[in-house]
């Protein structure tokens, strides 16, 4: 009598499952080791993984979530910080330098600088504001070189100033005699005469200012 476990197996036991070759490595590649937890007295998790050519270091909290990611790869590290608050602090200097930097807030965003602002723009600068927009400073200066200025508004346009001067480099109008005598004497009394002494007789009221066309005449003397 033959025992059975001395007959050979039929072949279709003897290959292998359909799964297992899906299972198996390619040739040359090896398979991701599984990541390496370190569990912290807080309830936060250190984790220490290798993906191939990539290694990464991540800080888990306590219900799992990813808090500092440090991934190193063939181009660099990559750093990436998730929380509630973060805060840089240097004593003396920060400085970040790269080709694109990208700063998004959801909400409010503010800037605050004790000392003097430079900004230095090599391309074109665009500004938009869904609401309004405003400039305070003790002086205001806007310059164009070589080309032009261009205000447009859909409603009106003020411009509200002690004097509003168009083209003129000339100083503002005197408010008193004497400002305009320490002008002149300033000047060494190169001032044109005629334009000195209209001056004088408009404010004598010996001569009219400039009439429009439907003004009615000045009655003589």
Known sequence: MTDARD???PA????PPADAEALAPLPGASLAAPPRVVPLASGRSLEIAEDG???RIQIRAAAGQLLVSLRLTDEGPVLSLAGVSLEI???KTLALS???LRIQAAQDAEVEVGGSLHERVRGSVVREAGR???TTAREVKVEAS???VQIRANDD???VGERVRLNSEDPPMPLTWEEFRARQALSGGQHDERGAGRLAALAAGEEAAPRGPDDPARPAG
């Open 53 to 55: 050519a990539e290694e």
């Open 12 to 15: 279709h036991d003897l290959a």
């Open 132 to 134: 309004s927009a405003r």
């Open 89 to 91: 602090a240097a004593a």
């Open 146 to 148: 070589p080309g032009g």
């Open 7 to 9: 007959r050979p197996l």
């Open 157 to 159: 346009v003020d411009i």
């Open 98 to 100: 790269c080709d694109t």
